[in-house]
């Protein structure tokens, strides 16, 4: 490997990327002595010349989100997805779209839509699975039943050779002659097998597709070797069909007692034209409703113990419904019809991160792929259930189902121990005997994530030895030096080698923090990751610096892979101690989307904290770790002479040597103390004859006021009190009385983020202090600051988790926006009809999300364009580290810094968080308020004038 690192100057050879490529989405890992992201076709010839040369296997990869474990291998992986990439042409009369093999579906789906096309199969992971890796899987998706799986699509493939040569071809010849020839050979030699063993049914993609050589196919070779998995050519190119998107579409929700009646309904409604047919049982739905804020969607579903998802087209929204009503009624199923767009896309939702979601059943037991992808007949499928069922309860194993009912193809998750050898042989014993039943019903172990190493090692089970013997030829008529992905479909490694995690996998001390969804084990914590791969949506606010830099390393995926490793102790030594391990934490922005996006709720920022605690301990840290982690003490310090402070720091030089001094980014500007404290407003306010003071009402008897305590963060207290003022006075409005807590306070937060986890949880044990009597009363506590409100939310329980108060404190706060959005009594505020840009902070959506204050904007009259593209990349300290500007300016481009240059004058920038309003003043011309600054506003316009008091 050495000496083909030499000779590529483009591969990777570090541990660090290395153990970031272990793992696709299976539970295989591999760990590849070097990887190369090729950036033309020339490169990639290159790099397979010089494998070749040294004799070094080569794994193509896409996405990265195969299951079956064929995007890992012990060699060169070549990575298309970070360059080559590109939708290069479409062709709407044609319907036709050729694109390089790491371009992304999702983005091939939106080109094809500006025409009114789409690509038919569309797997769950659209958003980030490449062409390429379809290609190489046979993917295929809930579609396929009505517009046909990657096969039927493909119309020409480029194919690099091991030997080197290029090849472009389709139907008809592959444009060598001796090759042809070749096939040609081995298809007739072979046709009785190929014409009664192969093609028996849509999903049957194990093995080669050598029935796409048959005559009466075309010979078509560039379908032929879709699902070959890389192992006979590497794609670099490629031309698709394309179909028509209906005019319209329904969804019809079918709920029955249990998935064997589902099953068998799906081939009567596959035959009836239904676009889907798409299953799931009653575990899924379980397993999904486990999770706090995961479960929109499910209160759709009729009453059932297992579903399916029917899509329906139509000439126009009511033909539609129309159509699916229809179809609803002859099934005698319990069913629902829904149009609106949002309604559809939460019921999809359950089903598109099925994968994710099944990884931990309702009781947070693990679950894994494995047995995941096998086919039958679909008029075969509720048998095949049944005993499948049969054997899980022989085995005492439980686990989640989903598949594509309509093509009897199944996707089962189980309960299996991988982290033991018992555990792992108990595993091949499950796996060798669900093969053996799939076969007795007709079908096969692969229905379209290809065989891979989870399942090539059982096609001695489902073919013949005279078909298997001509897989074997065809793969060395391709690859006669066996070099490409070797191990899979032929001379395939054992299904149970190099299983993940496996025994031995966590061999380092317990964490501070309590990781309670994982017992406390910081390795069960890192396997939340199954590598579906939503870190690398295109859209969405999951991974700021994956979006940024477009590197595996800087995905949340690839995070949790280093993790594992370091928890290994193999490929990177050191432990807690890795540099390399910092390194490719050091760019994850602990904005926590992945808390909420990740379908499995990996806590990245959480695991970052972690290892920071863990790596500097006893160690001097970065200067920017006490800057900024000591920052509340600081600013008490500083708020003794705000105003001396403040004419220092607007001084360029000086406030640049300071940066310097305290290792921070020097591009940024300091932000300004307020002249005066939040808590120094507020007593002042106190001291008035009339503030505080309960009102009278009209018969001059007292109104009691519910007393609510107001958190003064230290953001909100030193630097930018105007929020917190405005939020007393609309609490006040609102018929609240305002206190404070009883003593100075604080979250932790500096600390936590920084990795000071003992200093964190020592501040907030004393702040707790403060708020014991208000929270043995019941009283709410509202945030202002939205990363202190979700901390003491979340991470005061992780932290103390032995806290009575902690427990109670994390269940009686609440944001302003929800205050607000359920109040009940009278509504003090005008309209203010007015437009705005709503910048949600990243750590509520990683909690409660941003509904409330979408709520609270549409009650005051407010049209509300919100930034999807999460974390506004200052992040708290993140954006005045060195190293990361460039991630945080790129951040802070994908959208919001966009949306606010464009509004007008008149449009107002909402934005809770500090960071948030911090950025935005620092990277455009405009500023931004907190919601409560919006209220108070509105407040004012709701309120009567004195001489309207005075006449009423």
């Not at 290159?46 to 474990?69: D, E, K, L, N, P």
């Not at 472009?168 to 001796?178: F, V």
């Not at 009664?196 to 009466?216: A, C, I, K």
């Amino acid at each position: 490997m050495r000496e083909l690192a030499d000779r590529l100057p483009a591969a990777r050879t570090d541990a660090l990327t290395r153990s970031a490529y272990t793992a696709d989405a299976s539970i295989y890992r591999v760990v590849p002595g070097a990887v190369v992201e090729p950036r033309d076709a020339e490169e990639a010839a290159t790099a397979v010349a010089v494998a070749a040369a040294h004799g070094v296997g080569v794994t193509s990869r896409g996405g990265g989100t195969s299951i079956a474990g064929n995007a890992i291998g012990p060699g060169l992986v070549l990575d298309f997805s970070r360059h080559m990439n590109e939708v290069v042409a479409i062709d709407p009369d044609a319907r036709t779209a050729t694109v390089q093999p790491g371009a992304v579906l999702g983005t091939v789906r939106a080109r094809a839509a500006e025409h009114g096309l789409t690509v038919g199969p569309d797997p769950s992971t659209y958003s980030r699975c490449t062409i390429g890796g379809m290609i190489g899987n046979h993917a295929c998706g809930p579609h396929s039943v009505a517009w046909g799986t990657t096969a039927d699509i493909t119309e020409r493939v480029d194919v690099l050779r091991a030997d080197g040569r290029l090849l472009s071809m389709g139907a008809g010849t592959t444009g060598d002659q001796e090759l042809d020839a070749r096939l040609h050979g081995l298809r007739d030699a072979k046709l009785a097998e190929i014409r009664t063993e192969l093609g028996r049914f849509s999903r049957q993609v194990s093995g080669y597709g050598l029935h796409r050589l048959l005559p009466e196919n075309g010979f078509h070779v560039a379908r032929s070797l879709v699902g070959s998995e890389g192992t006979c050519g590497i794609v670099l190119g490629a031309t698709i069909s394309l179909v028509e998107v209906p005019a319209a579409r329904a969804l019809l929700v079918l709920g029955f007692p249990d998935v064997y009646d589902a099953a068998s309904a799906a081939p009567a409604l596959a035959r009836a034209g239904a676009l889907t047919v798409e299953g799931m049982d009653a575990a899924l739905v379980d397993a999904l409703r486990a999770r706090p804020g995961r479960a929109a969607g499910v209160d759709l579903l009729p009453p059932g113990g297992a579903w399916l998802y029917c899509e329906i087209g139509g000439t126009d929204p009511a033909d539609a419904e129309a159509r699916a009503r229809r179809v609803g009624r002859e099934t005698g199923a319990r069913w629902e019809v829904f149009a609106d767009p949002a309604r559809t896309d939460a019921l999809w939702s359950i089903r598109r991160n099925g994968a994710g979601i099944a990884t931990r059943m309702a009781d947070g037991r693990e679950a894994w792929p494995g047995w995941e992808d096998s086919a039958v007949p679909a008029e075969n499928l509720a048998g095949y259930l049944k005993d499948l069922h049969a054997l899980m309860a022989e085995r005492n194993r439980q686990g989640t189902i989903t598949g594509h009912f309509g093509e009897g193809c199944l996707h089962l998750r189980v309960d299996w121990d991988l982290t033991s050898d018992a555990g792992i042989a108990d595993y091949r014993a499950f796996i060798e005997a669900a093969a053996d039943i799939a076969v007795s019903h007709g079908g096969c172990a692969s229905g379209e994530h290809g065989d891979g190493r989870a399942r090539s090692e059982l096609l001695t089970r489902t073919y013949s030895p005279e078909l298997l013997a001509a897989f074997r030829e065809f793969k060395n008529i391709w690859d006669p030096g066996g070099l490409l992905n070797p191990g899979i479909l032929v001379d395939p490694a054992p299904l149970d080698a190099s299983v993940r995690p496996g025994p031995g996998h966590d061999r380092h001390a317990l964490p501070l923090l309590t990781l309670s969804a994982d017992r406390g084990s910081m390795a069960g914590a890192v396997r939340r990751c199954i590598g579906v791969g939503s870190c690398r949506n295109a859209t969405g606010a999951m991974c700021p610096s994956f979006q940024a830099t477009g590197d595996e390393v800087h995905s949340t995926r690839g995070r949790a892979r280093v993790l594992g490793e370091m928890l290994r102790g193999e490929t990177l030594p050191g432990a807690w101690r890795s540099d390399e391990v910092r390194e490719a934490l050091d760019l994850c922005l602990s904005c926590k989307a992945c808390k909420s996006e990740c379908p499995v709720n990996v806590d990245m920022a959480a695991y970052k904290a972690e290892f920071l605690h863990q790596h500097y301990k006893g160690r001097l840290r970065p200067r920017a770790h006490y800057a900024l982690g000591w920052l509340p003490l600081l600013g008490r310090i500083a708020s003794l002479a705000p105003r001396a402070v403040t004419a220092l720091t607007k001084r360029p030089l000086i406030a640049r040597g300071l940066l310097r001094i305290a290792g921070l980014e020097t591009r940024r500007d300091l932000p300004e103390l307020a002249p005066r404290t939040f808590r120094q407003w507020f007593r002042a306010r106190r001291t008035s004859a009339t503030v505080g003071r309960a009102p009278a009402g009209r018969d001059g008897t007292v109104v009691e006021r519910e007393t609510v305590v107001l958190w003064p963060d230290t953001f909100s207290n030193y630097l930018d009190p105007q929020g917190a003022q405005d939020t007393v006075e609309v609490l006040e409005a609102l018929g609240y009385d305002v206190v404070l807590p009883d003593g100075p306070v604080c979250c932790g937060l500096t600390w936590y983020s920084t990795g000071q986890l003992g200093v964190a949880r020592a501040v907030l044990d004393r702040s707790l202090k403060s708020l014991e009597q208000h929270l043995a009363a019941g009283r709410t506590v509202v945030g202002v600051e939205p990363s202190c409100t979700q901390a003491l939310r979340e991470e005061s329980v992780e932290l103390l988790p032995d806290s009575d108060t902690a427990r109670r404190l994390a269940a009686q706060t609440t944001t302003l926006a929800e205050l607000v959005a359920r109040h009940e009594g009278e509504w003090p505020f005008g309209a203010l009809d007015s437009d705005a840009v709503l910048q949600p902070h990243c750590h509520t959506e990683a909690g409660p999300g941003h509904g409330a204050e979408l709520e609270v904007l549409a009650r005051l009259g407010v049209d509300t364009d919100v930034v999807t593209a999460g974390c506004c990349g200052l992040a708290g300290n993140f954006g005045f580290e060195p190293g990361h500007w460039e991630v945080s300016q790129s951040s802070a481009e994908r959208e919001l810094y966009p949306k606010v240059r464009a509004a007008d004058s008149g449009t107002m920038i909402v934005a809770d968080g500090f960071s948030c309003r911090t950025q935005i003043s620092q990277g455009t011309e405009r500023g931004a308020t907190h919601l409560a600054g919006l209220l108070r506003r509105a407040l004012t316009t709701g309120r009567d004038t004195p001489a309207q008091r005075k006449n009423g």
